[in-house]
């Protein structure tokens, strides 16, 4: 009997598609094992993992170094954050207005933050703005730039989500006698949230990496304070490999919370 477009697409595997999964599965795993063997050799042959490049980890103040360095990450990713998801909502607000003289001002501001990279924008707050008397700290010349770039692609991730609540719902708050904004707000926008959650994770999660940036402006964060390690100690596997378990722990953190807060509440 032929299978239709929606059987193959949507239907359960057959038991030989699954074989096939299992068998192509187990090939993957194998060579990403030998791949992680080979870098392991490479690092050892290079003399990277010895335990003398490891020792200065046991000392209290190197983690003290770097508790400094993550507490700097997380000060200029949090303030990022709340930038971008603020202006994030007042461009969604923009580009979904009646107005003209509203819309399209908030379609080119977005635009061009998330066409502009963020790097640039770094050096336009470090190098650019002190040029004409606009002075500012290492963090917000992080920090803003950051949050800038970040809301840009944040009010396009609400834009999704408010264009993913059917449009009934926007009319029965109408019937219920709720102005435009009230609808919007009180009905349409949490639904649109909920859409959303993982999408705004990820952006979350990008403005904790964005946060390497702060070598430009000499800003201490973890990757910075990373570097100056290495610097003393010469000692490059083993302090990125520490480093960067550090962000995977961080990202994680975000992602379970956000995680509990998408949650249903019953």
């Known amino acids: 009997m032929s299978r239709t477009l929606e059987d193959i697409l949507f239907g359960a595997p057959r038991p030989r598609a699954i074989a096939i999964t299992r068998v192509m599965s187990v090939v993957a795993a194998g ?24 020792e200065f980890f046991g000392w209290q103040t190197t983690w003290a170094f770097l508790g400094k360095g993550l507490l700097g990450t997380l000060a ?10 603020t202006l994030g909502l007042v461009l969604l607000l923009g580009r979904l207005a ?63 989500g408010v264009l993913a609540v059917p449009r009934g719902q926007t009319d029965a708050a109408l019937s ?3 102005t435009p904004i009230q609808g919007f707000f009180l009905i349409v926008f949490p639904q649109a949230v909920r ?31 990373a570097k100056v390690l290495i610097a003393n100690y ?6 990125y490999l520490v480093v960067a378990a550090v962000y995977c722990l961080v990202n994680y953190a975000t992602s379970w919370a956000s995680r509990r807060l998408g949650r249903p509440v019953h």
């Open 176 to 178: 219920l006698g709720m």
């Open 234 to 239: 010469h000692s490059l596997v083993p302090v």
């Open 98 to 160: 009646p107005s003209r003289l509203l819309r399209w001002p908030s379609i080119a501001v977005i635009e061009f933050l998330r066409g502009t990279p963020t790097l640039l924008l770094i050096y336009v707050c470090f190098l650019v703005l002190p040029s004409i008397g606009i002075k500012m700290s290492t963090y917000w010349m992080l920090t803003l730039p950051i949050g800038l770039s970040t809301a840009a692609v944040v009010a396009e991730v609400y834009r999704a």
């Open 76 to 85: 200029s990713a949090a303030m990022a954050g709340v930038i971008a998801l």
């Open 31 to 54: 060579a990403l094992l030998l791949m992680a063997a080979g870098i392991v050799a490479r690092f050892r042959s290079a003399g990277q993992l010895d335990g003398r490049l490891w």
């Open 195 to 225: 859409y959303i959650v993982p999408a705004l994770v990820a952006q979350l999660v990008i403005v904790v990496k964005d946060t390497t940036f702060g070598y430009v402006v000499t800003y201490g964060e973890l990757m910075q304070n």
